[in-house]
Structure formats: structure tokens, C-alpha cells
């Protein structure tokens, strides 16, 4: 399979051979202003640094993949260096996942190693489909970023918490998409470390705070941030590094819609300016020219509901990951707790947030994995996250000769993932009911429509984003469930002294 992948490449490929050859040619000073390309450099410095360390190895491969002219530049060594650099970095998640298994408290007793909850999770978390195509097939490396959060979660389950608050500001300054969940970091650590001991009903005992715990987290982040940023502070670029990261003005959406709410307000709105057009409610003169079905990148406006902003999507954002924050401070259950909000900032933000990606499911669905095979509800939630979740990455693969590829991984996947969590929670009730499971299987004929009967149709011509939209709404509805079916699960969930006392 991946000596496949070899041959093909996706303009994530692009992107990051772009930013091996600004990091490698040009001065710290013109990293974040370099605009040859399309594909600006728009991560945090660290992984910019990162991009700098490979290109000295690239040099060995193909010095011409090192030109910031040569745009779209794709020689065979090239193909090869990218992907065995994927395969390299991969040894970091590999290794957080073997971490994660050792934090597993096994009650379950089983003979056979193959229905033992910790090999369970390394075949959940080792091939995880998403990660499995995004990485190694579209390309990307997302292995090694969620390496970085799982031994960073690892870390606090174990106890060392300045480990884990180190692993974690690192890993910020990497992708700053990690801010999302750095909420549920933070209250942890202020709950758990900070915080030295608590009352018997697990209520805080505020003459046991630390001070000087607080300076050494802080002392961590500081420390951190002034080595990724102050280069740029002292430079006098941190607004131009800042105006990279956040580019509010790519739109709400990315040009394919990940399906969280916005995927839903944008189908509601399309819904009704066509029934508008047709009932001459509304002018076709006065719609908004800009598509948002367009498959392009950029801002538009909706035509009948409010258009939304990037304060708007904050403010959601904020709404929708406050309750899980009070309720790993105000019901603390450890460890169990910490991750289960970890999950809800994640899902929050995918469904709240400003220009997600698709690929930011994984965010949610990587920490959801330690949670399903410790109890029969969250294997349930996690059964319809990860198989409508992956289902949505299918349009990053869109060539004919991956068609079968990514179906047989998904299958692959997804039927050991309700074969090995069925069996290890088989004297529980069904981890899904009859609707959820209804809803699952329509996806099989959804990819049949979207991929072998729209092609054949005059609709092809006319509707070209339609098969996207059907895939992103639909999915956006099972995601949406299972969000609120874990958050519904998670604020219900009763909290025994012991826990509290922990």
C-alpha cells in the first residue's frame, strides 16, 4: 500500500515540499513573508523548524525539491523522501500509543490476547483508518502531532504532570490547532496538580493550593513560548506570524465542508434560497455571487439566514466547551474525566469552529479510543464518531485507483472495530440501537450513490458539489449525535466519593 502511494501525491504534498524549501533557503526573517507559492508557511515556528531539520536530510534525496521556484516540483526521490518521512516521524505516535496502553487498568480478565482492552486500543490507535489516509496516502503528519498529545495525555494519567504540561505547550507551538483542547489541559492541571489535595466529598481544599506549582506551569509555558516566538517578537514580525496563523479570511467553510454544524446551516440556507427562487420570494440579482458551494476557498455570504463571522463562531465555540470545563472541575474523576473532556473541546471546536478542516475529526476521535474500551456507552458513541468521522475523509480520495483502496481499509477497520468491542462487552446490552445502526448502513449506499451513479448522471455537469454536500451533511447529522449523546452521557454521569476523593 504505501509503496503505492509512492507514485501519487495530493497538494498537501505541495504544501509541505513548499515550506521545506522556504525554511531551507531563506533567513528566519522571510519565513512567514515568503509568498512565491500559494501555500504560504501558516504553522506555528516549531514545526517550521521541523520542516528546516528534514530539508538538511532532503538535500541527500533532491536538492532541486529545496527550490522555492520550483513549484509543484515531484520527482521520484522527492515522492519518496516525503513519505519516508512520514513513516520516520511515526515512531513518536507509535510509542505514545504503547504509553497509552500502559495506563490502561485491565479489569477485565481474558485469556485470549486478541480481546485484552490494551491490545484492543493499539489496533485502534496503530491503524486508525483516518490517520492511516490522511498521512500516508493524502499526506500529512498527523501521526506524529497526535503522538505528541496521546504521550502528553499519557504523562497526566501517570502522574507526571510537568512532563505532560511540557509534551502539551510544545505540541501547541507545532499546530496551533491543539488550542482548542488546551481548556481541558489547563483545568486539569489546575485541579489535579495545582492543587494539592482535596476534601473527602472531592470538594477543593483551597489552603492546599501551590503556588508554587502555578509558577512552574507557568515558568513551562513562558519558557516554551519565548523559544518558538521570541525570535519573531525580537524581529518585530509577531503580527505577521499571527496574521498566518489565523487567516479569517479563507470563509467559514474549507472548500469541502467538514461536516460539523456550519455544513448544516450552509445546507439549510441553500435549501431555502431555492425555495425562494421558486416561490419569487427572493431576486436573483441581489443573491451573493460568491458560491458556497463553489469548491473554492474563500468568504461568502448566505442569502437568507445571517451570515455568520469568526466572533460568532468563537463565541459558539466558547458556549459549547463550557459546560465539559465545569464539569472536570466541579465533578472531578481524574484521569477518566480529563479525557472525556479533552474529547468534548475537540468535538466542540470541530463543530463550532472557524474554516475546520475534515481532518480535524481525528482531534476527537484518537482520545475517544482510551475511552471505548473502558465502558459500553462510550464504545457505543465512539462506533458512530469514528465510522461516520472516517467516512468523511473519503473525499480527500478522490482518483479512481483509490476507490477500492480506501473502501477495503475502511472496511477493515471498521468491522474489527465492532467485532473487538462487541466481544469485549458482550454480557453488556448492545452498544447501539436499531435507529443508530440504520443510520450507519445508509452510508453504504450514499457512497454508492457518490461515487458510481452520480458520475453517470447529466447532474454531474450541472450539480458538481452535490455528491460533497450529501457526504458532509449527512455526516455532519451522525456527528452531531454523537456529540450530544457524549455530552448528555458525561454531564449525567454520577461521580462516586472515591472518584472525587482521586
Not at 427562487?277 to 448566505?302: A, R, Y
Not at 448492545?430 to 450507519?440: G, T
Request: with cysteine; glycine share 4%; proline share 5%.
Amino acid at each position: 500500500l504505501l509503496i503505492r502511494t509512492f507514485c501519487s501525491y495530493s497538494t498537501d504534498f505541495e504544501v509541505h515540499r513548499n515550506w521545506l524549501a522556504i525554511t531551507h533557503n531563506l533567513p528566519l526573517s522571510q519565513w512567514y513573508y515568503e509568498a512565491t507559492s500559494e501555500w504560504t508557511l501558516d504553522y506555528p515556528p516549531f514545526f517550521a523548524w521541523f520542516e528546516y531539520a528534514l530539508s538538511h536530510i532532503a538535500k541527500y534525496f533532491d536538492p532541486q525539491m529545496l527550490v522555492v521556484e520550483n513549484l509543484n516540483y515531484a520527482s521520484p526521490a522527492t515522492i519518496f523522501f516525503q513519505r519516508l518521512s512520514v513513516i520516520f516521524t511515526d515512531t513518536l505516535f507509535i510509542y505514545a500509543a504503547h504509553e497509552c496502553c500502559r495506563c490502561i487498568n485491565e479489569k477485565r480478565a481474558a485469556k485470549d490476547i486478541l480481546e485484552k482492552p490494551t491490545f484492543i486500543l493499539a489496533v485502534l490507535l496503530l491503524w486508525n483508518f483516518g490517520l492511516l489516509i490522511v498521512d500516508h496516502i493524502h499526506f500529512q503528519y498527523n501521526g506524529f502531532l497526535s503522538g505528541l498529545m496521546l504521550l502528553s495525555v499519557a504523562r497526566l494519567c501517570q502522574k507526571r504532570y510537568l512532563e505532560g504540561a511540557l509534551l502539551f505547550a510544545v505540541l501547541l507551538h507545532f499546530k496551533h490547532i491543539y488550542m482548542y483542547v488546551a481548556p481541558a489541559y489547563g483545568i486539569y492541571l489546575l485541579r489535579s496538580y495545582c492543587f494539592t489535595a482535596n476534601n473527602a466529598d472531592g470538594s477543593l481544599k483551597w489552603r492546599n493550593f501551590s503556588f508554587l506549582r502555578v509558577t512552574l506551569l507557568g515558568l513551562i509555558v513562558c519558557l516554551v513560548s519565548a523559544l518558538s516566538l521570541g525570535p519573531f517578537l525580537v524581529l518585530g514580525q509577531l503580527p505577521q506570524v499571527i496574521s498566518r496563523l489565523f487567516p479569517f479570511k479563507r470563509g467559514l467553510c474549507h472548500a469541502y465542508w467538514a461536516p460539523n454544524f456550519w455544513a448544516l446551516y450552509n445546507a439549510v440556507d441553500k435549501a431555502l434560497t431555492i425555495l425562494g427562487l421558486k416561490c419569487n420570494f427572493l431576486d436573483s440579482t441581489k443573491i451573493p455571487k460568491t458560491s458556497m458551494t463553489g469548491g473554492l476557498v474563500q468568504e461568502f455570504q448566505h442569502t437568507v439566514l445571517p451570515s455568520v463571522t469568526p466572533l460568532a463562531t468563537l463565541i459558539c465555540t466558547f458556549i459549547a466547551i463550557l459546560p465539559s470545563v465545569f464539569c472536570l472541575w466541579f465533578k472531578p474523576q481524574g484521569p477518566r474525566g480529563f479525557v472525556q473532556c479533552l474529547v468534548l473541546c475537540a468535538l466542540s471546536s470541530f463543530m463550532f469552529g472557524w474554516h475546520v478542516h475534515e481532518k480535524a475529526i481525528l482531534l476527537a476521535i484518537l482520545p475517544l479510543s482510551l475511552l471505548s474500551i473502558q465502558r459500553a456507552k462510550d464504545a457505543g458513541v465512539y462506533l458512530i464518531l469514528a465510522t461516520t468521522g472516517h467516512f468523511s475523509l473519503f473525499p480527500l480520495l478522490f482518483t479512481l485507483p483509490e476507490l477500492p483502496i480506501k473502501i477495503l481499509l475502511m472496511l477493515l477497520f471498521t468491522v474489527y472495530s465492532f467485532s473487538s468491542l462487541k466481544s469485549l462487552f458482550r454480557r453488556e446490552k448492545p452498544l447501539l440501537n436499531w435507529l443508530e445502526i440504520i443510520y450507519l448502513i445508509q452510508l453504504v449506499p450514499l457512497e454508492i450513490f457518490c461515487e458510481i451513479v452520480f458520475p453517470l448522471t447529466p447532474w454531474k455537469q450541472h450539480f458538481p458539489f452535490l455528491p460533497l454536500l450529501l457526504t458532509s451533511v449527512y455526516c455532519a447529522l451522525g456527528i452531531t449525535y454523537a456529540w450530544l449523546k457524549f455530552y448528555i452521557s458525561v454531564l449525567t454521569e454520577r461521580t462516586s466519593v472515591r472518584q472525587k476523593a482521586e
